[in-house]
């Protein structure tokens, strides 16, 4: 595939991408960086698989399943990369710009990413264990103790 070809295939991901970067950065600047870095490293890791793969642009079944294995591979440099980041800046998590998402800024990076693939990308649990390369169980937990805690502090402010 041509570096272009990979780019029309990429093209519809990236505002997902910068939207789940967000949830671990909550810094312009350092979601696109996220982002670029992400998708970089796909393309050095991958290069092989990407000139490699001969796709019809025209076939809409094939670019749609191509697309959601690009998209599952790039989460998996995505996290790695966005984990580490995030360990580096927990301010970011801090900021009082976010006053409106406190509690889901409260959890742990892990968590937010896990909650958002899961609720919003309609990932199933067993692929959010693939990319993440975490026990099914983890992810599992993760998703009930974050919505234990989003909807215990949802509770909780209202009363207030």
């Not at 990319?131 to 909780?156: A, M």
């Amino acid at each position: 595939m041509k570096r272009k070809d990979f780019y029309k295939l990429l093209s519809p991901l990236i505002d997902k991408l910068y939207t789940l970067a967000f949830s671990l950065l909550p810094d312009d600047l350092q979601a696109e960086q996220l982002v670029i870095d992400s998708v970089n490293a796909y393309l050095f890791k991958e290069k092989k698989w990407i000139n490699s793969k001969e796709i019809e642009l025209e076939n809409k079944k094939e670019v749609t399943l191509v697309r959601k294995m690009i998209f599952k591979s790039l989460l998996k440099y995505f996290s790695e990369i966005g984990f580490r980041r995030s360990a580096q800046m927990p301010e970011l998590s801090r900021s009082t710009e976010l006053n409106a998402f406190t509690e889901f800024f409260s959890l742990e990076p892990k968590a937010r990413l896990i909650v958002r693939l899961r609720f919003e990308m309609q990932f199933s649990v067993d692929d959010i264990a693939d990319i993440l390369e975490l026990p099914r169980y983890d992810v599992i937990e993760k998703i009930h103790n974050s919505r234990f805690l989003l909807l215990h502090q949802r509770d909780n402010g209202v009363e207030a």
